[in-house]
């Protein structure tokens, strides 16, 4: 230990933490599902639906609608009022819409041709100015369209009681927007809400926005768990295995130098890094200690001696199967591959270049109680297991399902999903979709806005009451058309009592076309959201009309399951076609290796397959399923090239060394609740036990 | 819409009247002022308070409106018609309103107006969401007789009520 390259190791390990702290690489970590999807146009469009104030809005409902819950609910409203971020929501209405909205209401709002066509100018003034001087009310003259020729836009069915808004016959709702604009601002928010609302058991209150907090405080707190259990896990099963301080210490240093400088590396690669890409390094750096206990236990740390040829093949295995499906376009397994390659990469120069150097004691086999052939197990022919997988598997093809939902694979909040259910079981509003509008212009997004409030009149659509070119000289047309209809007004208004020029406004359509700006646009409150070159803006409908909207194509849904399903279809086809590769290379370079026997590798790849057929059985398969389906593949052959170059009892022990800290390291993802790690954990168990079970139960190579 | 619900705001605030049974009625002097054909137009009617609605009458008229929470009816002879006030929320509003002033429900006028009160006279500024139709509405009341009630519409147009007796 007087050799200055000794503390390499350690010298490695505080640069790789000075790069992390000098780069701050921990804070491109997310625990949002956002940062596993792909930077589209999609993605950037429901990023900017999350900007808006529609997802910042908090629900509060109070039960019962008598005077008691009606002061409840205006003491909460107080209350919430006062805090930071939070502000209630008292009007929809903005006052520079509404007047320039009546200003332009004849170039804006769609003509009833019908009415304007059979319109009697007499009569109606007639029938105007009896209404005014015999009604029971006050009758307000619109002195833009007396007749009312102009469809009225279909107002938002708000339900109030007692002048407050109710949710259904639940009780009384308010609205607050939220201002918050990121996650600590978010957590703030959500802390002093839940602070009001600590000793009011009986209020129901849900934000969008919650999701945020909950979901990163949940996916935290069990990622923690699971560094906890696996490192604790792992530091027991290899201080009993190594019983060797020393190589232990170095052992977990390089893990971490090379796990560190992973982070480094995808964190400059990209700006939003998703964290389960570090509990998945985590669990691979289990993959990454068979390297050093093949060396350790074959001598290579005690005298010196040619590369370990079998743990070079076996490195390049792995590294090769995580190459290939680095080339898939779904970010999560990009991210992990990098991850994984990078990780892989500096262990294996570590174990296989650096540890020779630094010398070690050398592991003897009678420090283990030397055991004989394990005859209890009946060993069967590589044939019979292959046979066997090829049954199961056309089987499992009879009932196999995947799952494209990516939501799937997030954690499931289930207590605020009761709470979401809630509301929107209360009240059809809430029950209403969002969906986008997407043009280059925003003229043409103004039109197509007025397409859809025409198909379907129900739909909430701000930007519908806008003027576009189209509805300008549509209406104008129509107006100077019947230009009589003004002049009859103007004559006859005034021999009928009407003061002189009270009409001289009315059906006067000689204005210029305003062209919009954005920002005009979100100065009346409506939102627009300009991405790249185009622009969009946000509307709600019902579900019943939904899918006929959709069916246009500047219509864009915002559900994360609706994009990507089809998107996840194509990812999983994609990993299908990688993975395929993968096999085809595990193979090629087996026989490099091996050079014979085709069913000895051929079990190692089918039989963890079957496997996992019988597990589909019981599950739906996602995309994360077959992923680590392919990296059990590649391990599960590096056991057989082990097996098949040096199979002795040095091999064996290593080989059930790493597989006792593997089945350990990903083992503790099944402990998790995100769908993500535990989907990967659940494969990682199934395929380790196959391969564990191949080794016990197989007749050795060459002995088929 | 406002129109229906104007009047009744109007004629539900001068209800001070006498109690029958369970029907409280209102009489009422009601004067309108129209811009559009500087005119004035008065009228006499009565509001009567049932339990579970409010029905509202003029004297030279066979018009009868009833509203009950969720619908407001119109009845002339033989014709009804009916609007359904979840769909017309603007209209809900005014009704509640009126409530709010008749009953003394300060919480819910104040979610609509800022109250202002001197020399026994109370003004009402709308807030935005209807100060687009109504400038102010002022009104006195001498326990709970009405003294007057004066609405100042944007328009210009004005109504003036009086309970008679």
């Not at chain 1, 859809?452 to 909430?460: C, D, E, G, L, Y």
Request: aromatic residues 14%.
């Amino acid at each position: 230990m007087k050799k200055p390259i000794k503390y390499f190791n350690f010298l490695f390990f505080i640069i790789s933490l000075y790069l992390l702290v000098s780069l701050q690489s921990y804070t491109h970590f997310s625990t949002s599902l956002f940062s596993i999807l792909p930077q589209n146009d999609t993605k950037k469009m429901i990023e900017g639906f999350q900007q808006t104030q529609s997802s910042h809005t908090l629900l509060v409902a109070t039960k019962g609608l008598d005077n008691k819950a009606l002061e409840k609910i205006k003491k909460i409203e107080e209350e919430l009022d006062a805090l930071d971020f939070v502000a209630i929501k008292k009007s929809h209405l903005n006052r520079d819409l509404i007047r320039h909205q009546k200003e332009y209401k004849l170039l804006i709002q769609e003509v009833n041709l019908t009415k304007l066509s059979t319109l009697e100018v007499p009569l109606e003034l007639k029938k105007l100015y009896d209404e005014m001087t015999s009604s029971f009310f006050p009758v307000i003259i619109d002195k833009i369209d007396p007749f009312q020729v102009l469809n009225p836009p279909n107002p938002i069915e708000i339900k109030t009681k007692n002048g407050h808004l109710t949710l259904g016959n639940y009780g009384y709702l308010s609205y607050f927007t939220l201002g918050s604009q990121n996650l600590n601002e978010h957590q703030k928010m959500y802390r002093d809400i839940y602070k009001v609302m600590k000793d009011k058991k009986e209020i129901q209150f849900f934000s969008p926005l919650f999701y945020y907090v909950e979901n990163s405080q949940a996916i935290r707190a069990d990622v923690q768990t699971i560094i906890y259990i696996s490192f604790a896990i792992l530091l027991v099963l290899y201080f009993i295995i190594l019983k060797d301080i020393l190589l232990l210490i170095h052992t977990l240093i390089t893990l971490a130098t090379s796990t560190i400088l992973a982070m480094v590396i995808l964190t400059q690669m990209y700006e939003e890094v998703s964290i389960f890409v570090f509990i998945f390094g985590i669990s691979i750096s289990t993959v990454a200690i068979d390297y050093m206990f093949h060396h350790y236990l074959h001598g290579y740390y005690h005298e010196k001696k040619k590369l370990n040829t079998e743990v070079f093949f076996g490195f390049l295995t792995t590294f090769c199967a995580f190459f290939i499906l680095s080339f898939t376009s779904f970010m999560l397994i990009k991210q992990i591959a990098f991850f994984t390659m990078v990780t892989l990469s500096i262990s294996y120069l570590h174990f296989s270049f650096l540890y020779p150097k630094i010398g070690f004691k050398e592991f003897t086999l009678n420090k283990m109680k030397d055991k004989k052939e394990n005859t209890f197990f009946c060993k069967l022919s590589p044939r019979i297991f292959l046979l066997f997988s090829l049954i199961l598997i056309f089987l499992s093809s009879l009932w196999i399902e995947f799952d494209f939902n990516l939501k799937n694979l997030d954690y499931d909040n289930k207590r605020l999903k009761k709470t979401e259910h809630f509301f929107k079981s209360h009240d059809t509003l809430h029950q209403n979709v969002p969906f986008v509008v997407k043009a280059k212009s925003i003229d043409t997004l103004i039109q197509h806005s007025k397409t859809i409030k025409q198909k379907v009149p129900t739909a909430h659509l701000p930007l519908s009451g806008q003027m576009s070119q189209v509805s300008y000289a549509k209406n104008k047309e129509i107006f100077t058309h019947h230009q009589s209809l003004r002049e009859r007004l103007l004559i006859e208004s005034r021999q009928l009592g009407f003061k002189e020029a009270y009409f001289d406004k009315a059906y006067d359509v000689q204005k210029p076309l305003i062209m919009y700006t954005a920002q005009v646009i979100r100065n009346y409150g409506i939102e627009v959201v300009k991405i790249d070159d185009y622009y969009i803006t946000f509307g709600t409908i019902s579900k019943k009309d939904y899918t006929q909207v959709l069916q246009y194509d500047f219509i864009h849904s915002l559900s994360i399951k609706e994009h990507f399903e089809v998107l996840m279809q194509e990812y999983v086809q994609n990993i299908g076609v990688l993975g395929f590769l993968v096999i085809m290379m595990i193979l090629v370079i087996f026989f490099i290796i091996s050079g014979k026997n085709f069913i000895y590798a051929m079990v190692f790849l089918v039989f963890p397959i079957s496997m996992m057929g019988v597990y589909a059985f019981f599950s739906s398969i996602n995309i994360l399923h077959l992923f680590m389906l392919f990296i059990i593949l590649a391990i599960s052959i590096d056991y057989a090239i082990y097996m098949s170059r040096d199979n002795n009892e040095r091999t064996k022990k290593a080989i059930h060394f790493s597989l006792i800290s593997t089945f350990a390291g990903f083992g503790v993802l099944v402990f998790s609740q995100i769908n993500a790690l535990f989907s990967l954990g659940i494969i990682a168990i199934i395929g380790i036990g196959a391969i564990s079970i191949l080794l016990v139960c197989m007749k050795d190579k060459y002995v088929s | 819409m406002y129109r229906y619900i104007f009047v009744l705001v109007l004629f539900m605030l001068t209800s001070s009247g006498s109690v029958k049974e369970n029907v409280k009625v209102v009489h009422f002097l009601e004067e309108k002022y129209f811009e559009s054909l500087d005119m004035t137009f008065n009228k006499k009617g009565q509001i009567r308070f049932f339990k579970e609605k409010i029905e509202i009458r003029y004297t030279d008229d066979k018009t009868v409106l009833t509203y009950n929470g969720d619908v407001l009816l119109r009845q002339k002879g033989s014709n009804l018609s009916k609007i359904d006030l979840q769909k017309k929320p603007a209209i809900k509003m005014f009704f509640v309103l009126f409530e709010a002033i008749y009953f003394e429900k300060k919480k819910i006028l104040q979610s609509y107006f800022s109250l202002k009160r001197r020399n026994g006279i109370t003004t009402l500024t709308p807030h935005k969401n209807i100060a687009a139709y109504i400038e102010n509405v002022q009104y006195q009341k001498k326990g709970t007789h009405l003294g007057f009630l004066k609405i100042n519409m944007r328009n210009n147009d004005r109504i003036l009520i009086e309970e008679t007796y």
